[in-house]
């Protein structure tokens, strides 16, 4: 017994890969092979309810290291489209750098350029901590984020303060929105898999919306969004995505066809 007390006891503040669920069988993310999925008649649109906050709701926006996070309000919820009601918590974004694009998912390989995942847990549980180790315990919304010729007002809202926020650890307080207009006006046409949290720990948690609608932002928004923010090395903070997971078996379904 005694070579035990020479095992390696994982840092709990490393974001490493040595948590065990991040070596299981239903990881995120996946590169979605079209000509894979099923479609399913019965996944409904995706209904959104509280996600217009008025001005006078300041939401924190946080550079934690790893990417930009919106904190938000409980009173946000999924009211369609999913089994179960889901109540929101965070959105962050993942992206690239100017050698290339950092969405997380793919789709028949090809990688966009950033990604949004709008985080949400199964109000069954009392709360989003119990909620994230359970198998139906989370919902994340993902979109895909391109280069179009106009701004985007509604991600400007948010770009607006990524220069306050450029060393780790640090956050500002922004005035509420429509976080609806992050996400894609036509919420009725999406990929649904069952997976995980992309980063440690990597809890097999998460029933993942991955619209087939992909947002647009202007060139400089998007050399903004790789180009403001530094880890805690104080490098820049850029490609911050997870490599793609083997499906071993899963199916991915569409809600069209
Ligand atoms: N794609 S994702 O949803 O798995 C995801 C990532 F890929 C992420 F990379 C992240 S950020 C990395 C995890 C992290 C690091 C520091 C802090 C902090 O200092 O507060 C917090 C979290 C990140 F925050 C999330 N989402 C989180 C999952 C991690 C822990 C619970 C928080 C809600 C959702
Ligand atoms: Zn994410």
């Known amino acids: 017994v005694s070579f035990l007390l020479f095992l390696p ?15 299981g069988t239903m990881q995120s993310p996946i590169n979605i092979n079209m000509a894979n999925t099923i479609f399913s008649p019965h996944l409904r ?58 969405s997380e998912h793919t789709i028949n390989g090809h990688r966009f350029s950033a990604e949004i995942h709008v985080v949400h847990y199964n109000t069954k549980y009392d709360s989003f901590k119990e909620a ?42 922004v005035p509420g929105f429509n976080i609806a207009s992050l996400l894609p006006v036509n919420l009725k046409y999406y990929y649904r898999y069952n ?24 060139r400089d928004q998007m050399l903004m969004l790789i180009t403001s923010l530094r880890n805690d090395d104080g490098k820049p903070l850029q490609s911050n995505y997870r490599q793609t997971q083997s499906l071993h078996g899963r199916t991915v379904l569409a809600s069209f066809q």
């Open 132 to 173: 994230m180790v359970q198998p139906d315990g989370l919902a994340v919304l993902g979109a895909f984020l391109e280069m179009g010729p106009r701004d985007n007002p509604y991600y400007q809202e948010l770009l607006d303060h990524m220069q306050q926020i450029q060393r780790e650890g640090e956050e500002v307080l």
């Open 195 to 218: 997976g995980s949290l992309t980063t440690p720990p990597c809890y097999q948690s998460v029933r993942w919306t991955v619209f087939n609608q992909t947002m647009m932002i202007s």
């Open 9 to 23: 006891i994982p840092d709990r503040n490393r974001w490493s890969e040595d948590y065990q669920d991040c070596r």
């Open 45 to 102: 649109a995706i209904q959104l309810s509280g996600y217009s906050l008025p001005a006078n709701e300041m939401l924190k926006l946080k550079n934690n290291g790893h990417t930009v996070v919106l904190e938000l309000p409980q009173s946000m919820a999924i009211t369609g489209g999913y089994a179960q009601q889901y109540r929101a918590v965070q959105l962050h974004l993942h992206w690239g750098a100017t050698t290339g694009p950092g």
